[in-house]
C-alpha cells in the first residue's frame, strides 16, 4: 500500500526547489508545475541555473530566450535564467556605490578564472537572486509571485547547492555576507514556505541516490522534503486481467502460425520484455518509497519524450493528482 502523500499541495508552497542528477527530468517536472500553477490561478516565476536555458522553450517552442531578466511568457508565468555572473554583478551594484568600477572588475578575465575556481558563492549569490525575487510586491502589497519554482543545477549533490547558506552563515561573523546568508537560510529552512522535491527514476543508481540525498537532507540541511517524485515509469504494458500475457503466449503451440506475425515463441520474448520493463521499475518505485520512508509521486514515461505543453500537462496532472484526489 503506497503511502498516502501529504494533505499539503505542491502550489501551496513559496519556494520549490527541484533537484536531481541530469536527465531524471527535473526541467521537466519544472515546467510541467509551473504550467499547472498559472492555469490553477497562481503567479509563478521559473528560475533556471544551468547555463542554458531550456524551460522557455518547453513552454512555447517559438519564444526567444528569456535571459537574466526574465520574462513573462504567458498570463502569470514568468521565467528567468539565474547567470551567477550577473547576479554578482547586481548584488555588487547594490553594495558599493562605484557602478563603473564593478563591471570593470567583473569583465577583467584574471577575476572571472579566480571566480571560475572558486567554491561555493555561485550558490549563495543564485540563491541569494532567488530570495530578492521572492521579496517582490506588486503594487498595492501583494507578492509579485505566488510561487517560485527554481531548477536546481544538477552538478554534484543538488546538497551543496542547499548547504553553503548554512556554512557560510557559520563561518562568516558579520557584514553583508552573513546577513546575505542568514536571510537565505531562513528562507529555505522554513517548512512553511520552501520545499525541496526531488526528482528520481525507478532504477538502482538513481534511488540509492535519491535515497542518500534525502537522508542528508534530514540530517545536515534542514530542508523539507515531503516526497519523492519517480519519473518516466513504465506503466503496466498488458491490460487488467491480461498481467501474465507473456507467459500465455509462450504455452501456444509452436507451430501456430499468424500470417504477418512471427512466431509464438518471439511474441512471448517482447512480451515478457515489456512486462520485466515494468516489473523493475516498479520494484525501484517501492525501493525508494521504502529506502526514503516518503510517499512517492510517479510519472508515466511518454512515448515520445517531452516535447511541448501538451506532454507538460500530462505530467502536470499526474504531479498533482494525489493532492486533487485528497481534497475531493
Ligand atoms: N516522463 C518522461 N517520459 C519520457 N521522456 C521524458 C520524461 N521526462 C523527461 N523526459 C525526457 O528526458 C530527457 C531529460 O529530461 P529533462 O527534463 O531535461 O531532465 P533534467 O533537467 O533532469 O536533465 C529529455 O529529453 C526529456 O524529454
Ligand atoms: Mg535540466
Same mark, same amino acid.
Given at each position: 500500500?503506497p503511502?498516502?502523500?501529504?494533505?499539503?499541495?505542491?502550489?501551496? $508552497?513559496?519556494l520549490?526547489?527541484?533537484?536531481?542528477?541530469?536527465?531524471?527530468?527535473?526541467?521537466?517536472?519544472?515546467?510541467?508545475l509551473?504550467?499547472?500553477?498559472?492555469?490553477?490561478?497562481? #503567479?509563478?516565476?521559473?528560475?533556471?541555473?544551468?547555463?542554458?536555458?531550456? +524551460?522557455?522553450?518547453?513552454?512555447?517552442?517559438?519564444?526567444?530566450?528569456?535571459?537574466?531578466?526574465?520574462?513573462?511568457?504567458?498570463?502569470?508565468?514568468?521565467?528567468?535564467?539565474?547567470?551567477?555572473?550577473?547576479?554578482?554583478?547586481?548584488?555588487l551594484?547594490?553594495?558599493?556605490?562605484? #557602478?563603473?568600477?564593478?563591471?570593470?572588475?567583473?569583465?577583467?578575465?584574471?577575476?572571472?578564472?579566480?571566480?571560475?575556481?572558486?567554491?561555493?558563492?555561485?550558490?549563495?549569490?543564485t540563491?541569494?537572486?532567488?530570495?530578492?525575487?521572492?521579496?517582490? $510586491?506588486?503594487?498595492?502589497?501583494?507578492?509579485?509571485?505566488?510561487?517560485?519554482?527554481?531548477?536546481?543545477?544538477?552538478?554534484?549533490?543538488?546538497?551543496?547547492?542547499?548547504?553553503?547558506?548554512?556554512?557560510?552563515?557559520?563561518?562568516?561573523?558579520?557584514?553583508?555576507?552573513?546577513?546575505?546568508?542568514?536571510?537565505?537560510?531562513?528562507?529555505?529552512?522554513?517548512?512553511?514556505?520552501?520545499?525541496?522535491?526531488?526528482?528520481?527514476?525507478?532504477?538502482?543508481?538513481?534511488?540509492?541516490e535519491?535515497?542518500?540525498?534525502?537522508?542528508?537532507?534530514?540530517?545536515?540541511?534542514? +530542508?523539507?522534503?515531503?516526497?519523492?517524485?519517480?519519473?518516466?515509469?513504465?506503466?503496466?504494458?498488458?491490460p487488467?486481467?491480461?498481467?501474465?500475457?507473456?507467459?500465455?503466449?509462450? $504455452?501456444?503451440?509452436?507451430?501456430?502460425?499468424v500470417?504477418?506475425?512471427?512466431?509464438?515463441?518471439?511474441?512471448?520474448?517482447?512480451?515478457?520484455?515489456?512486462?520485466?520493463?515494468?516489473?523493475?521499475?516498479?520494484?525501484? +518505485?517501492?525501493?525508494?518509497?521504502?529506502?526514503?520512508?516518503?510517499?512517492?509521486?510517479?510519472?508515466?514515461?511518454?512515448?515520445?519524450?517531452?516535447?511541448?505543453?501538451?506532454?507538460?500537462?500530462?505530467?502536470?496532472?499526474?504531479?498533482?493528482?494525489?493532492?486533487?484526489?485528497e481534497?475531493?
Amino acid at each position: 500500500m503506497p503511502l498516502p502523500l501529504p494533505r499539503r499541495g505542491l502550489l501551496e $508552497r513559496r519556494l520549490v526547489i527541484v533537484t536531481g542528477k541530469g536527465g531524471t527530468g527535473k526541467t521537466s517536472v519544472v515546467a510541467a508545475l509551473a504550467r499547472a500553477a498559472a492555469q490553477a490561478g497562481r #503567479r509563478v516565476l521559473v528560475a533556471e541555473t544551468g547555463r542554458e536555458e531550456h +524551460v522557455p522553450r518547453l513552454l512555447d517552442p517559438a519564444t526567444p530566450p528569456v535571459g537574466y531578466a526574465g520574462r513573462e511568457l504567458q498570463p502569470g508565468l514568468t521565467a528567468m535564467r539565474i547567470d551567477p555572473f550577473e547576479a554578482l554583478a547586481e548584488y555588487l551594484s547594490l553594495q558599493l556605490p562605484v #557602478r563603473g568600477l564593478v563591471s570593470r572588475v567583473l569583465r577583467n578575465p584574471g577575476f572571472r578564472q579566480l571566480m571560475e575556481a572558486a567554491p561555493g558563492w555561485r550558490e549563495l549569490i543564485t540563491l541569494g537572486k532567488v530570495w530578492h525575487m521572492a521579496q517582490g $510586491r506588486r503594487p498595492g502589497g501583494a507578492p509579485e509571485f505566488d510561487l517560485l519554482l527554481v531548477d536546481a543545477p544538477a552538478t554534484g549533490h543538488g546538497l551543496t547547492f542547499l548547504d553553503v547558506p548554512r556554512v557560510v552563515s557559520s563561518a562568516v561573523r558579520a557584514g553583508p555576507l552573513r546577513r546575505n546568508a542568514s536571510l537565505v537560510q531562513q528562507m529555505i529552512t522554513d517548512p512553511d514556505s520552501t520545499l525541496l522535491l526531488p526528482v528520481a527514476l525507478a532504477e538502482e543508481l538513481p534511488a540509492r541516490e535519491t535515497a542518500e540525498l534525502v537522508q542528508r537532507l534530514r540530517e545536515e540541511v534542514g +530542508v523539507a522534503v515531503d516526497r519523492v517524485v519517480v519519473n518516466a515509469v513504465t506503466p503496466p504494458p498488458f491490460p487488467p486481467g491480461l498481467e501474465d500475457l507473456d507467459e500465455r503466449l509462450a $504455452r501456444l503451440p509452436a507451430e501456430l502460425h499468424v500470417p504477418g506475425l512471427p512466431g509464438p515463441r518471439t511474441l512471448a520474448r517482447c512480451a515478457a520484455h515489456l512486462r520485466s520493463r515494468h516489473r523493475l521499475n516498479a520494484h525501484y +518505485v517501492g525501493a525508494i518509497e521504502a529506502w526514503t520512508g516518503l510517499p512517492i509521486c510517479t510519472l508515466p514515461l511518454l512515448p515520445q519524450g517531452v516535447r511541448g505543453p501538451e506532454d507538460l500537462d500530462r505530467l502536470g496532472t499526474a504531479l498533482l493528482e494525489p493532492a486533487a484526489a485528497e481534497a475531493a
